[in-house]
C-alpha cells in the first residue's frame, strides 16, 4: 500500500511540474518605421525575410539553420546551449535599421548588468568567412580598443579577444587570428595618415584585407577642447569645429574601408558616456551633457548610410548618463577613477565587460547557457528593423562656380546611362560644380531616412590639390565667418567624400600637411553614400533632441556638389578630373495610398463675371486646389511653374449641390488668356492626380506646386 500512495504521488508531481524552457533563440523582423529599432505599435511585421543561425550547440555540434519569418514577422531557433552568430539576409530594397537606441533608469526590471537592454545588429559577410574557415579580425582606433585605463587592468585588446574567442567558439578549428592594431591617444585623423610604422590607419587595413574591421575612435579628438561647465561661446566654437572635423574623417574612413576591402564586414565601435561615472552625484559638465547625444547621434548616422551598412552598437545606454535636465539613466561606477587621477574618463574592469557584450551583440553574436554573461539559456527578444528603399532621386540642374568646369553635366542625372559621367575639372581654390533639382513632389512618401549618394571615378593623377564630394539641405554647406555654433544650428553639410583633413580644422591642425583623401585616384568605379542629416530640434524644457528626417520641401533645396580642396600650399593644378557618374538621393520610408483624382470637374460663368470651378467632394480630402495652365502648352502641362495665373492653393470652397463643391474666381484672379484648368485634393497630404494621358499614365506631377 504504502508503494502504491508513493508511487500516485510521484506521479500527480510529474504531471504538475513545469515543463523545462527550450532553449531557443528568437525574435521579430519588422518595419522600422521610425528607426529607433524597436517594435512600435502599429509597425507591421514583415514575412519571408530569411534568418540564419551559424555555431556550435554544446550538445550536437555544428549548427547551420536558415528559417524564414513567419506571417507576424517571427522567427526561432532551437539549437541548445552553445555559441552562434544570428544573419538577417536583406532583400533586395531593404535596408536593417539601427539596433535599438533606447535608455533605461536604475533598477528597471530585466535590465541587468553587463548585458542591459539587447540591441543586436549584424554582420553581412561574416558567416561566409567562418564557414569557409577563416575570419581575419583587425581592431583600430584609440586606447578603448587598445584597452587602457589607470586602475592597472593589465589585458590589452582585452575585449576584442574576447569577441574572437566568442567567434572561434562558434567555428572550432577556424582560423580567426586578432590585429592588434589600435593605439593608445590616437585621432580620427591618424587614420588617415599613411604611416608604415604601425597598421592603425585606413591604408595599412587596406593593404592588408582583413574580414571584420572594428573601429574604436572619437574620443581624443576632444581632448583638451571639451571645455566642460559654463563654456564660452568661442570654446564651444573650438569644440564644435572638432566634432565636425571628426565626422568628415570617420566618413572618409569609413567609406574608403568599404570600397578597398570589398570583402570585409566594418564595425564602428561604441561610443560610451565616459564624463558620466557617477551621475547621481556628480554633475556631468554643461558641453558634455548637450553634446555627447550629439555625437552619439552623428556616429549611428555615418555607420547606417554607407554604401555597405556598417555594425554599430553604442553602449551609451549602458553607461550611466545624464540627460539635458539632469535625469541619470545606465549603470554607474563602470569609469576607472584611480588614485593618482591621471584618469577619469576609461572603463573600469566591468566597464570593458559592457562593450565586450554590446560589441559581440553588434556582429550577431549570442550565447546560451554557460557562455551567455547572464547564464541565458533562451533569447526571445532578437529584434530585427528595416527600412524600404521606397524611391531613387536624381538631380535636374546644374551650377559651376568660382572657375570650374564641367564637360556633359547631365549624365550625372542618370544613373543607368551605362557609365556616362559629368566630367569635373577643379583647381586648387575654391572651385565647385553643383547638382541640385531633386524632386520634391512625391507626398505619398513618408520619409523616415535619405542617403545621399555619388558613383565616380577620376582622371588623370590627383596629388595634393585634392576634391571632396558632400551634400547639404539648403546650399549653406558652411556658415558665415565667426558664426556661434549652438545645439540646434551646427549642421550645414554632410560629407560624402573626403576628409577635414589631418591638418584640419585651421584653429587646431594635427599636422601641417598629410592626406585628404586615402584613396584619391580612383580607377574603378567607386560608390560612396551617407545619411543625409540636418539640426536636432529641442522642445522647450525638453530632455532629449528630436531629429527629424529632412522633408519633402528640404529635398527642393538639396545640393551635392564636387569642391576643390587642396591641401599643400604649392603652385598650379594637378592635372585630374572627377568624372561623376552619377548622383542621388535614397529616401527610406514607406508610402501613403494615393488619392483618387477629383471628377466631374465643370466651370461656368456667373453674371459677375466670376468663374465657377464646381466638381465632384473627394472622399477624406482636407482641402482643394485650383490651377490654371496655358492651352497652349497642352503637351507640357504648365499649370504650376508658369501658370498664366494662380495656383489656388488650400482654395475656400462652398457646397454647389449633393456631393459637389466649388470654388469662385474673381475676375481679378483670372487668367488673362485662354487657359485650362484644373482641382486636386489633399488626402492625409497627399495630392490627388491631375489626370492621366491617354496612355493612362499620369500627367507631369513636377507641375502641381501646392504641396
Known amino acids: 500500500m504504502t508503494a502504491r500512495v508513493t508511487a500516485l504521488v510521484i506521479l500527480v508531481l510529474g504531471l504538475l511540474a513545469p515543463a523545462a524552457r527550450a532553449q531557443t533563440v528568437g525574435g521579430t523582423v519588422f518595419e522600422d518605421r521610425d528607426a529607433d529599432g524597436i517594435h512600435d505599435a502599429g509597425e507591421p511585421a514583415l514575412s519571408g525575410f530569411e534568418v540564419e543561425l551559424w555555431g556550435q550547440s554544446d550538445g550536437t555540434g555544428a549548427v547551420d539553420a536558415l528559417v524564414t519569418s513567419a506571417a507576424d514577422g517571427s522567427f526561432s531557433f532551437s539549437p541548445g546551449n552553445g555559441c552562434y552568430v544570428l544573419r538577417v539576409r536583406d532583400p533586395a530594397g531593404w535596408r536593417l535599421s539601427a539596433s535599438r537606441s533606447d535608455g533605461f533608469p536604475p533598477g528597471t526590471p530585466g535590465y541587468t548588468y553587463p548585458v542591459g537592454q539587447p540591441r543586436f545588429s549584424k554582420l553581412d559577410q561574416g558567416i561566409d568567412h567562418l564557414r569557409a574557415g577563416s575570419l581575419e579580425f583587425a581592431a583600430l582606433g584609440d586606447s578603448i580598443a587598445w584597452n587602457w585605463n589607470s586602475c592597472f587592468f593589465s589585458s590589452q585588446f582585452w575585449y576584442s579577444n574576447q569577441v574572437r574567442s ?77 566634432v565636425l572635423d571628426a565626422r568628415q574623417n570617420l566618413q572618409e574612413v569609413l567609406s574608403s574601408l568599404i570600397a578597398g576591402i570589398p570583402g570585409a564586414d566594418v564595425a564602428l565601435n561604441t561610443l560610451y558616456d565616459n564624463e558620466t561615472y557617477n551621475c547621481d552625484s556628480v554633475p556631468t559638465s554643461d558641453f558634455h551633457r548637450e553634446w555627447l547625444p550629439i555625437v552619439n547621434r552623428m556616429l549611428r548616422e555615418l555607420a547606417w548610410g554607407q554604401a555597405r551598412r556598417v555594425s554599430i552598437n553604442e553602449a551609451r545606454a549602458e553607461f550611466a548618463r545624464e540627460d539635458l535636465v539632469g535625469a541619470c539613466t545606465g549603470f554607474e561606477g563602470l569609469i576607472c577613477r584611480d588614485i593618482f587621477g591621471t584618469d577619469n574618463i576609461h572603463p573600469d574592469n566591468d566597464g570593458y565587460t559592457v562593450l565586450r557584450e554590446k560589441v559581440w551583440e553588434a556582429v550577431g553574436g549570442v550565447n546560451l547557457g554557460s557562455r551567455d554573461a547572464l547564464g541565458r539559456t533562451s533569447i526571445d527578444e532578437v529584434g530585427y528593423g528595416y527600412l524600404r528603399r521606397v524611391r531613387r ?21 542618370d544613373d543607368a546611362d551605362g557609365g556616362a559621367a559629368a566630367s569635373i575639372t577643379l583647381g586648387s581654390g575654391s572651385e565647385e560644380v553643383r547638382f541640385t533639382g531633386f524632386p520634391d513632389w512625391y507626398d505619398e512618401i513618408a520619409i523616415v531616412k535619405v542617403i545621399a549618394g555619388v558613383r565616380y571615378t577620376t582622371g588623370g593623377t590627383v596629388a595634393d590639390d585634392f576634391y571632396r564630394i558632400e551634400a547639404s539641405l539648403d546650399e549653406t554647406f558652411r556658415p558665415g565667418p565667426g558664426y556661434d555654433y549652438t545645439t540646434t544650428n ?11 583633413g589631418p591638418n584640419k580644422p585651421d584653429g587646431d591642425p594635427d599636422y601641417g600637411n598629410a592626406e585628404l583623401l586615402v584613396v584619391p585616384d580612383v580607377v574603378a568605379p567607386r560608390e560612396a553614400t551617407a545619411t543625409l542629416t540636418g539640426n536636432p530640434v529641442l522642445a522647450p524644457g525638453g530632455a532629449d533632441y528630436d531629429w ?30 572627377v568624372e561623376l557618374d552619377a548622383a542621388w538621393l535614397d529616401l527610406y520610408g514607406w508610402e501613403k495610398p494615393r488619392p483618387g483624382e477629383v471628377t466631374g470637374l465643370r466651370v461656368d460663368r456667373a453674371p459677375d463675371g466670376s468663374l465657377e470651378v464646381s466638381f465632384d467632394e473627394l472622399a477624406g480630402a482636407q482641402r482643394y486646389n485650383l490651377y490654371f495652365g496655358r492651352l497652349a502648352a497642352l503637351g507640357a502641362y504648365d499649370h504650376g511653374a508658369g501658370a498664366p495665373a494662380g495656383p489656388r492653393c488650400a482654395a475656400a470652397t462652398e457646397a454647389a449641390g449633393p456631393g459637389r463643391l466649388r470654388i469662385v474666381v474673381a475676375p481679378e484672379d483670372q487668367p488673362t488668356e485662354a487657359a485650362y484648368v484644373v482641382v486636386t485634393g489633399h488626402v492625409d497630404d497627399v495630392e490627388s492626380p491631375t489626370g492621366f494621358r491617354s496612355a493612362g499614365t499620369e500627367r507631369d506631377r513636377s507641375q502641381s506646386t501646392c504641396r
Not at 527629424?548 to 585630374?576: C, E, F, Q, S
Open 166 to 242: 566568442r567567434l572561434a567558439c562558434t567555428t572550432p578549428g577556424a582560423s580567426i587570428p586578432l590585429y592588434e592594431d589600435a593605439v593608445k591617444g590616437e585621432h580620427t585623423d591618424d587614420l588617415m595618415v599613411d604611416e608604415s610604422n604601425d597598421f592603425n590607419n585606413v591604408f595599412r587595413a587596406i593593404d592588408r584585407q582583413p574580414e571584420l574591421v572594428t573601429i574604436s575612435i572619437i574620443g581624443n579628438d576632444l581632448l583638451g577642447v571639451d571645455p566642460g561647465s559654463n563654456p564660452t561661446q568661442a570654446e564651444t566654437n573650438r569644440a564644435v569645429e572638432e
Open 393 to 413: 532621386l536624381l538631380p535636374a540642374t546644374w551650377e559651376t562656380r568660382d572657375g570650374a568646369a564641367v564637360v556633359d553635366p547631365a549624365a550625372a542625372f
Open 490 to 500: 551646427w549642421n550645414f553639410y554632410t560629407p560624402i567624400v573626403g576628409a577635414g
Open 548 to 577: 527629424p528626417p529632412p522633408g519633402h520641401a528640404d529635398l527642393a533645396t538639396t545640393t551635392v556638389r564636387v569642391a576643390a580642396a587642396p591641401v599643400a600650399a604649392t603652385p598650379g593644378n594637378d592635372a585630374y578630373t
